[in-house]
């Protein structure tokens, strides 16, 4: 080597080392972050094995589950483990050093599951690891992977998504066949969620895992939504609704909700509401009973959807025969990913009311709501014509998704003002959003490497949903407060009784003093005017008993017209002289009416002055229970939510109760999309005429048992 470039070399090496010693923190800082990864790695190998020991014959060793940047690789490799996921080797270089540089881009980790799952309990402690001491709560977040679809397997779909130790989410990015610069390049995202569920996951185990907790807590008299995110396609409706043989988190949770409440029974009673509705096109709809769309009003208890039909259901039966009703009104859409899919947010909520006596008889009312929230799916569409049906059913769910996507935002950002006005949907999830309320997100994603954009999309909301702060849900109370009064009280109340008696009899003669003050005027009136005078009596008699009175008479009454003097002056004179006393008559009328509404407000004032007495009494002395008398006074602890009594099984509710809004700017863009060209403009129909699909599957829409009819009618609508 040449003097210059030994020395140049030299140079170099001397320079390095001077740096790494003026910047001695380099090393020790990746050391660190190797540790750290590390560390979380065989934290979640722990507690996987711990709560699941039965993993250890399905799962690698713990040591195996350290993080290897070559496990998702490796995992894709193996094709005959996974035949969805598969892997081409001859494409991808496996470059671990790539992958490593982009593994751990969305490491944040979330908080330790086994404290994260449990839901806001209020105060509750003694339920169990509250996860926040902040008096607020984490929206739980969990993602599912849909298996690979028939279709996409015919069509050389690969998988693309990797479900590791029931948390761990990874992205493959696979490169373009022509983009020979990055063919080498393989991009490895990485996610985290509460719970992440493979392809293999049952239904059951979904719902006991999202939703059981929150139903408990619903019964209890909490509020708590689930909702599912994610494209179209994706197995939203089927993780919601599910089919016959599988059915989904809507029946299973409504099945163990009368469950609970069968188990409750003997405590006290339950009333179980029902309400369905859709968001179609920004319109709210009500599903059970369609009609007019319904209007969103905001109320003292948030966003209400005026008009919206609730039944009261006593079994699973019933909910499931109305769940039917609704899923054929729904309006669905075949899509380019979705023979049936949902062109609308369907929301399902069902109000349980517990009403119950505590030891001292009081009252207690508790009033939990479930929202069960089926979102639409985005489609990113090959659009070409725009003015399509199809293309404006695309834009309005994405205007609202934007709009959710935008209140996720300003929720994770802390900001003061969301955005929930953005859209009908936003201002219906304001509560389970950002309000009192358990709340789960279950962010739905297909395995396909032709849907990799709208996974991304989805993950990537979903990890951001994770941040959401909801406040602490407290249980919506009411306790109708029975208090016992002692035996002053009774006193008292005696009194005031005695009081009253005394008021009336002074009123029965002060009645009396009137009668006889009438009589005596009209006494004098006919002497004056009359010789033969009707009697008083027969003036104040009513018609019925002056006709008796007057058959008794001679004919030639005063009244009958006949006159016993034929002059007509006379007849004219007595005639005005009964007009007169007529008159007179009905002015002493209202003189007495007069008198006895000034006699009934001094009571009342009476009465008043009494019982503040008796409140004032009543407050200085503890109450004794036991005793004969009681009154009743309502302290509402919360009832923000309190439905009215029903008595009826049917019930308009203009006070039907959703979250509620505001307005913002956008953040950032959520779903990046085209619209569809649709092939037809007539073809939208609502789930009861969607033709049956061949699918191993089948929806449960497509049921003949639970929704649609196995008919092919369509219906042909013009906007
Ligand atoms: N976990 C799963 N197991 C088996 N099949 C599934 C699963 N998830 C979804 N599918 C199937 O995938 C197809 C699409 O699912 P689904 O209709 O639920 O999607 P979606 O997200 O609701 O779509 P859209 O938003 O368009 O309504 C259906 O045929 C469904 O049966």
């Avoid at 729904?330 to 899919?341: D, K, L, M, W």
């Avoid at 909520?349 to 505590?358: C, H």
Wanted: charged share 30%.
């Amino acid at each position: 080597m040449p003097v210059s470039t030994r020395s140049k070399a030299m140079m170099n090496h001397e320079q390095s080392r001077r740096q790494e010693y003026t910047n001695p923190h380099q090393g020790l800082k990746e050391k660190m972050r190797a540790l750290t990864l590390l560390y979380e790695q065989q934290k979640r190998a722990s507690f996987s094995l711990r709560n699941n020991p039965n993993h250890l014959h399905h799962s690698p060793k713990p040591q195996d589950l350290r993080f290897k940047p070559h496990d998702v690789l490796d995992s894709c490799k193996k094709g005959d483990k996974d035949p969805n996921f598969a892997y081409d080797e001859t494409k991808e270089n496996n470059n671990v050093a790539d992958a490593d540089r982009v593994f751990g881009t969305n490491t944040a980790p979330v908080k330790s599951s086994t404290v994260i799952r449990k839901l806001s309990m209020g105060n509750g402690a003694e339920k169990g690891e509250n996860f926040e001491a902040c008096g607020g709560s984490r929206i739980m977040v969990f993602v599912r992977l849909r298996p690979m679809g028939k279709k996409e397997r015919e069509n050389g779909s690969r998988c693309c998504v990797k479900v590791l130790n029931r948390r761990d989410v990874y992205l493959t990015e696979f490169t373009n066949d022509n983009d020979y610069l990055r063919l080498k390049r393989l991009r490895v995202r990485h996610f985290t969620f509460d719970s992440s569920f493979p392809e293999t996951t049952t239904q059951r185990e979904v719902y006991s895992t999202t939703t059981g907790d929150l139903l408990e807590a619903v019964v209890e008299g909490r509020n708590g939504s689930v909702f599912c995110y994610g494209a179209t396609g994706a197995g939203k409706t089927y993780t919601m609704l599910g089919t016959m043989e599988n059915p989904g988190v809507m029946v299973l949770a409504i099945k163990d909700l009368f469950a609970k409440v069968r188990e409750r029974s003997l405590d006290g009673n339950h009333t179980v509401h029902l309400s369905y509705l859709e968001v179609y096109n920004e319109t709210v709809r009500d599903l059970l009973s369609p009609g007019r769309p319904l209007i969103l009003r905001e109320d003292k208890q948030g966003i209400v959807a005026a008009g919206l039909t609730q039944y009261r259901a006593y079994s699973t039966d019933e909910v499931m025969a109305l769940l039917q009703r609704g899923n054929q009104n729904r309006t669905t859409e075949p899509t380019r990913c979705n023979e049936t899919s949902s062109r609308s947010h369907a929301i399902l909520q069902v109000v349980v009311e517990y009403k119950t006596r505590d030891g001292s008889m009081n009252i207690i009312s508790r009033v939990g709501k479930l929202s069960l929230i089926d979102l639409a799916g985005s489609e990113r569409a090959i659009a070409t014509d725009q003015r399509t049906l199809r293309s404006l059913e695309g834009a309005n769910i994405n205007r609202s998704l934007l709009a959710l996507s935008s209140c996720i935002n300003a929720l994770v950002e802390g900001k003061k003002h969301i955005p929930y006005r953005n859209s009908k949907l936003t201002q219906l999830l304001k509560d389970s959003l950002g309000g009192s309320c358990n709340t789960v997100m279950i962010a739905n994603i297909s395995p396909s490497n032709h849907s990799f954009g709208e996974t991304q999309n989805t993950l990537h909301w979903a990890d951001r949903a994770k941040e959401i702060r909801v406040k602490g849900c407290e249980v919506n109370e009411e306790v109708v407060v029975q208090v016992s009064e002692g035996p002053d009280q009774a006193k008292l109340v005696l009194e005031l009784q005695e009081e009253n008696r005394e008021l009336r009899v002074k009123l029965a003669e002060q009645q009396q003093k009137v009668s006889t003050l009438e009589a005596e005027t009209l006494a004098d009136a006919n002497n004056n005017i009359s010789p033969t005078p009707p009697s008083i009596s027969s003036l104040m008699t009513p018609p019925s008993a002056l006709t008796a009175q007057q058959k008794k008479k001679p004919r030639h009454s005063l009244l009958s017209g006949t006159c016993f003097t034929p002059e007509s002056s006379k007849r004219r004179k007595a005639e005005d002289a009964v007009k007169e006393l007529q008159l007179t008559v009905k002015a002493l009328k209202m003189e007495m009416e007069r008198m006895k509404r000034e006699h009934a407000v001094q009571m009342k004032k009476q009465k008043e002055e009494l019982m503040k007495e008796l409140c004032s009494k009543k407050s200085e002395k503890t109450p004794e229970r036991g005793k004969e008398t009681t009154t009743t006074r309502r302290i509402v602890t919360r009832g923000s939510l309190r439905p009215k009594e029903r008595e009826k099984e049917l019930i308009k509710s203009p006070s039907h109760r959703f979250a509620s809004p505001a307005a913002a700017a956008k953040k950032r863009s959520f779903w990046d999309i085209t619209v569809a060209n649709s092939p037809s403009l007539d073809r939208r129909k609502t789930r009861s005429h969607v033709p049956p699909v061949n699918q191993e599957a089948p929806s449960m829409l497509l049921q003949p048992g639970f929704a649609r009819p196995r008919t092919t009618t369509t219906t042909h609508m013009r906007h």
